[in-house]
């Protein structure tokens, strides 16, 4: 009897195991089915030439551009002016939206500047890395230590096609591919296996971490090919001791790096770019092995053709094939569960930017009264730290559902770190016979940016006379050198949060 049932619950096992590994295997077959090459395009960094190929990855990869709203952030939240004083994100900050508008948005940006030729304006080489498969090719033509140098307006005319193809695909094999030196670099100084080592799931993520993550620019002397020392500014991921908002604040301080000077308090601040990939690595999602593009880019059935869907874009808008894959509540139940959480992030960045925008005017006023910089040590240090945090916490926008425990922990020690410098000011103004000093109200992007010192008409009109000069002899090279996909930019340049909108 005994052994009866055994042996009909290993049968079981074993069929169940059998059906398990075919199901893996006919999985494994679907996927190198669906990632046959078709054919490679000559030009690959143009993004129309992968359309005969792969009509459908291209189409749905083309529908990126139908997020096109701006929204203007510091119009939105007056308290980022003062915030960023001193720093050229106090000037124009926007929502991200399609990828198709990557580079558009870069040079429209009123932080890049009017350049006037290839080497002026306020940016490096840099700001390009995240905007386009001709970043890859550039690398790969000058080297990294090469394309790292010089002024931003220096590749004007060669990067000239947004977010595409190549960017996460190896142009030779179609095979996902990263083709930007840092992310490998950062994984090997974290300690994690690199994107070749990764699992496939692990890959779906790893090609978004190329440019949704945090980094510096670290300033590497080199000799150039003519002979000469130059210095590279080269995107550097800030990894070796781990990717938490703590564990990159110490590599920060430990190699006393600021991105600025703050223009009213003089703290040397940390600017978060948007560690999108380091965050939501420590949510549910991303621990139970879901990864990006599973939710961000889901399997779509067309007849019997099934193929992922290369408009990358907010989740919530493909519920049934982003989230009902897996969840059994309705899609309303599970709006309203995100909606809430939204709710908890806004209420205590609210607070937290109340409290950093106001230490920094009081620190202004204290250094006015004549504080001394070894009195305000310890609260430029909170003051540095806690912003450090919100900014963590909140610049990659998805964060407070892809790690909403995680945000909200950063946000609560970022509010806790500015309360404690306004503690420690209160005693500096009173000492200097100014407590009751109140910080002058800063509740619209006009007075914000006032108190910020943002001549806004003068970035403006500087950037209207490069869009009519520099920016048109950038569009004729890049036309004559065949590298401009005109069919993907002849519609994108209608608005910007100054004009158009
Ligand atoms: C932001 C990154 C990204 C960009 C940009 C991108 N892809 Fe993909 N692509 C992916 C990911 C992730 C997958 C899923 C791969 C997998 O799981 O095997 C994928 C899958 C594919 C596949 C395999 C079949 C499928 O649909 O799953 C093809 C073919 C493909 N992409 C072509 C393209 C083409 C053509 C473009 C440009 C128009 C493009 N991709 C742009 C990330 C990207
Ligand atoms: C080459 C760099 C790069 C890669 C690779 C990349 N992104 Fe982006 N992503 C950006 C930039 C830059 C923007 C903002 C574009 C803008 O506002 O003009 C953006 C915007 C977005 C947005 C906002 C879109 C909208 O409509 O509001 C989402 C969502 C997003 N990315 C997710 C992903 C995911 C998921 C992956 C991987 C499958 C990925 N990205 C890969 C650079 C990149
Ligand atoms: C479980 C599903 C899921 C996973 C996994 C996921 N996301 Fe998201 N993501 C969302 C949802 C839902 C939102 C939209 C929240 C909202 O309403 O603003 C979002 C928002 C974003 C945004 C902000 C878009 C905007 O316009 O504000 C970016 C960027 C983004 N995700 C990138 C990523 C990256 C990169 C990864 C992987 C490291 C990732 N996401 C993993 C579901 C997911
Ligand atoms: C591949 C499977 C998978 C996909 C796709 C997925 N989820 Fe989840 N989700 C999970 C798992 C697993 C958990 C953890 C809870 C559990 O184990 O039941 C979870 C938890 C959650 C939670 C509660 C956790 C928290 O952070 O409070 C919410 C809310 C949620 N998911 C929303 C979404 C939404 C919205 C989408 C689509 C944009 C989505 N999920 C897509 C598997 C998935």
């Given at each position: ?63 990126t ?22 720093y ?8 991200p939206?399609g ?46 230590l ?17 977010i ?25 100084a ?23 993550s ?26 070796s001791?781990g ?49 990006c ?12 053709v099934?193929?992922?869907?290369h ?27 995100v ?36 009195e305000?040590?310890e ?11 919100w ?32 503690i420690?000011?209160v ?6 016979g ?13 007075k914000?940016?006032a ?6 008409q003068?970035?403006?009109?500087a950037k ?15 036309k ?22």
């Amino acid at each position: 009897m005994k052994y009866k049932l055994l042996l009909t619950s290993s049968l079981v096992a074993i069929v169940a195991m059998g059906l398990l590994v075919g199901n893996i295997n006919a999985r494994e077959e679907e996927r190198v089915e669906l990632n046959k090459v078709d054919g490679i395009p000559e030009n690959p960094t143009v993004n129309s030439e992968w359309a005969r190929y792969y009509p459908r990855q291209y189409s749905s990869w083309k529908k990126t551009k139908e997020s096109d709203n701006i929204e203007d952030l510091v119009e939105k939240k007056p308290q980022l002016a003062v915030i960023w004083a001193g720093y050229r994100f106090a000037i124009d900050y926007n929502a991200p939206r399609g990828h198709y508008y990557a580079v558009q948005d870069n040079i429209n940006s009123l932080r890049t500047g009017g350049p006037v030729d290839d080497k002026t304006g306020p940016m490096p080489t840099a700001c390009w890395t995240c905007k386009s498969p001709d970043v890859v090719r550039l690398i790969e033509e000058d080297g990294e230590l090469e394309f790292f140098t010089g002024k931003w307006a220096r590749y004007g005319s060669e990067v000239v096609n947004a977010i595409g193809c190549m960017d996460c695909h190896d142009p030779k094999t179609a095979e996902l591919a990263v083709g930007r030196p840092h992310l490998n670099k950062g994984l090997k100084a974290a300690g994690l296996p690199t994107f070749e080592e990764s699992t496939h799931q692990e890959k779906r993520s790893l090609v978004c971490a190329q440019c949704h993550s945090e980094y510096y620019f670290k300033k590497t002397p080199y000799v150039n090919k003519e002979g000469k020392e130059a210095t590279a500014a080269v995107v550097t991921f800030p990894w070796s001791n781990g990717l938490s908002a703590e564990d990159m604040e110490k590599y920060y301080d430990s190699i006393e790096f600021s991105d600025w000077t703050h223009k009213l308090s003089k703290t040397p601040m940390l600017k978060a770019q948007h560690p999108g990939y380091e965050i939501s690595s420590t949510g549910i999602h991303a621990q139970k092995g879901v990864s990006c593009a599973d939710c961000h880019m889901p399997y779509t059935q067309e007849g019997s053709v099934k193929y992922s869907d290369h408009q990358v874009r907010n989740p919530l808008e493909t519920m049934d094939r982003s989230c009902m894959t897996c969840h059994r509540e309705s899609e309303e139940k599970l709006k309203s569960i995100v909606a809430r959480k939204f709710e908890r992030k806004e209420f205590l960045m609210e607070i937290a930017m109340d409290n950093l925008a106001k230490a920094h005017l009081e620190t202004a006023r204290a250094i006015e009264l004549g504080a001394t910089d070894e009195e305000l040590k310890e609260i430029r240090t909170l003051i540095r730290h806690g912003q450090w945090r919100w900014d963590y916490s909140i610049a990659s926008h998805g964060s407070f559902f892809h790690a909403p425990e995680e945000t909200l922990r950063l946000l609560a020690s970022a509010n806790e770190k500015a309360q404690q410098a306004r503690i420690k000011l209160v005693k500096v103004l009173a000492k200097y016979g100014n407590a009751q000093y109140i910080a002058p109200d800063f509740d619209t992007k006009q007075k914000a940016q006032a108190l910020a010192g943002v001549n806004m008409q003068a970035e403006i009109d500087a950037k209207m006379k490069f869009k009519k000069s520099l920016e048109q002899e950038w569009h004729k090279v890049a036309k004559s050198k065949q590298l401009l996909d005109e069919e993907n930019r002849k519609d994108v340049d209608t608005k910007s949060s100054y004009f158009g909108n």
